[in-house]
């Protein structure tokens, strides 16, 4: 009969670096049209047991506009991501942002 041991919790890590466990990081690409693109960058964010928050693509012509978030990441750990998705043969650009939606901006 076959083990019917539920799997454990997926185990989400700890950025020893973020302060602010709440902001979130978005990042936009420009990368190649091509059919194996997101399994590429998606499988990178598999690797490092990081699931995005919000993916959005758009195809324009010869190219697509990937632009993603992810929560809980600190600014070096986005900066060192950011690296390492540059890295990739299919990527032409990398652009991101930390996104902190606790500021609080009066309105005299």
Known sequence: MPDTTPFPAVHHRRDPWQDRPDA???????????????????????????????LQVQRQQDDLHISLRLQ????????????????LVCVWQVTWQHLDHNLVTEVA
């Open 72 to 87: 809980g990441l600190s600014t070096h750990r986005a900066g060192v991501l950011a690296q390492k998705l540059r890295g």
């Open 24 to 54: 979130c990081v978005e990042y936009q690409l420009r990368t190649d049209a091509e059919a194996d693109v997101l399994c590429r960058l998606l499988g990178l964010f598999a690797q490092l047991q990081l699931l995005p928050e919000a």
